[in-house]
């Protein structure tokens, strides 16, 4: 089995269930290596369940899912997509693979998701999607997402890279939205290498789904004996993983829940231990509000100033514990300015993604290693 280095504390550390490399086995001897096979099939099945989406369909990536919804939206040039600066770049490279415009509203000052009461005055005639992206594994207001989406016509894509096995009101994240993306590259809670999932909730965007995973094609249906030749119907390209990586995959799944509880414990043990750091205004804690279910994924704290974080940082780097800040707002980064564009102010935005560290979080950290983190932000914020 793996385990994390001795010397030093990686921010984070890939965790393996011990079943990964007998499912990459069977795999082989199943003499099945491209995509759609055994595992992708026991995959598709077991996020279906435990989502209640109306198909799960792996892709290479979340990029790729998300990708997948801008083809499948149809999104075309000059259409404007509504989504947080403060995300990773791919929520907003999908789109502008199609000629799109990112139009960045604000976060909330809590959650850091994207401010569902600045939404409404960002929509124009061109606007055709709201993306919703799941900070932390902390779900967005997606009653009123979804409200203002109905009323204005417009899809929701939940960008739930973050939320595998987070909930809202009791829902999936990634099942409450027109479409769906989950992650599983390394970085996140259940992993694969690279890897990840479109989740449609939409019956009537099931077909081209498969159509625009399978190279434009309508193979799927004709694996299914529901046609008697493929041929190419419609765009498409390349987005399914082949069976190795879902092998590996569904490994992890088996043991979603338990993965889940066990990050969950961590998570807990940081946020109990810096209650009294925050409660002496060193630092602010992540907030969860009621109707979310969160996953674990992250813990971050909120520094009081940017300064405060620099030195920070620098402290934990010579403990050589690998804390670390996250999204250069994309609004401010050179892609951002030349393809998206801001709707009103962005401080927020501004003012969270200056001040947050992100703590070491992985299954094998250990309870010593968790105190002297939290003992080098007590002593540390002080200073400054
Ligand atoms: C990780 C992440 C992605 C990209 O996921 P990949 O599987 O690496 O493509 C997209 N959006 C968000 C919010 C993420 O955290």
New binding site residues.
């Given amino acids: 089995m793996n385990t994390p280095p001795v010397k030093s504390t990686p921010f984070n550390f890939p965790h393996m269930t011990g079943k990964e490399l007998a499912y990459i086995a069977e795999a082989q001897l199943n003499g099945q290596l491209a995509g759609d096979g055994p595992f992708t099939k026991r995959c598709h099945e077991w996020l279906k369940d435990n989502s209640g989406c109306v198909q799960a369909l792996l892709t290479h990536?979340?990029?790729?899912a998300?990708e997948m919804t801008a083809l499948l939206l149809d999104i075309r040039a000059g259409d404007e997509i509504i989504m947080p600066s403060y995300?990773?770049v791919?929520?907003a490279n999908a789109f502008v693979l199609r000629g799109a415009v990112p139009v960045f509203v604000d976060i909330r000052e809590d959650t850091l998701n994207l401010d569902e009461e600045k939404v409404e005055a960002a929509i124009t005639s061109r606007t055709r999607a709201i993306v919703a992206?799941h900070y932390a594994g902390v779900a967005c207001n997606m009653d009123r997402l979804l409200m203002i989406a109905r009323i204005h016509g417009l899809f929701v894509v939940e960008?739930a890279?973050?939320g595998m096995m987070a909930r809202y009101c009791g829902r999936p994240l990634g099942s409450i939205g027109d479409l769906g993306t989950l992650?599983?590259?390394e970085?996140?809670n259940i992993v694969s290498g690279?890897?990840?999932a479109l989740l449609v909730n939409d019956s009537k965007l099931v077909q081209r789904a498969e159509i625009i995973r399978e190279k434009g094609t309508d193979r799927s249906r004709f694996f299914r004996g529901q046609v008697d030749k493929y041929t190419w119907q419609d765009v498409g390209s390349s987005f399914l993983p082949g069976e190795l990586i879902a092998a590996f995959l569904w490994a992890q799944l088996e043991e979603a829940r338990n993965i889940t509880d066990k990050r969950l414990a961590i998570w807990q043990r940081y946020h109990a231990m810096l209650e009294p750091l925050e409660a002496a205004g060193i630092l602010r804690r992540p907030i969860v509000p009621a109707d979310c279910t969160h996953n674990g994924h992250l813990y971050y704290v909120l520094l009081p100033t940017a300064r405060a974080r620099l030195t920070t940082l620098n402290k934990f780097k010579r403990h050589s514990i690998g804390a670390v800040f996250h999204y250069v707002p994309l609004h401010s980064s050179p892609a951002g300015i030349r393809y998206g564009r801001c709707h009103g102010s962005l401080e927020t935005t501004n003012l969270q993604s200056d001040r947050l560290v992100r703590l070491p979080l992985f299954i094998g950290l250990t309870d010593e290693r968790q105190e002297q983190i939290v003992n080098l932000l007590a002593t540390t914020s002080h200073a400054t």
């Avoid at 990536?61 to 790729?64: E, I």
């Fill in positions: 990536s979340c990029t790729a998300l995300t990773f791919s929520t992206v960008d890279a973050q992650s599983f590259h970085t996140k690279e890897g990840g």
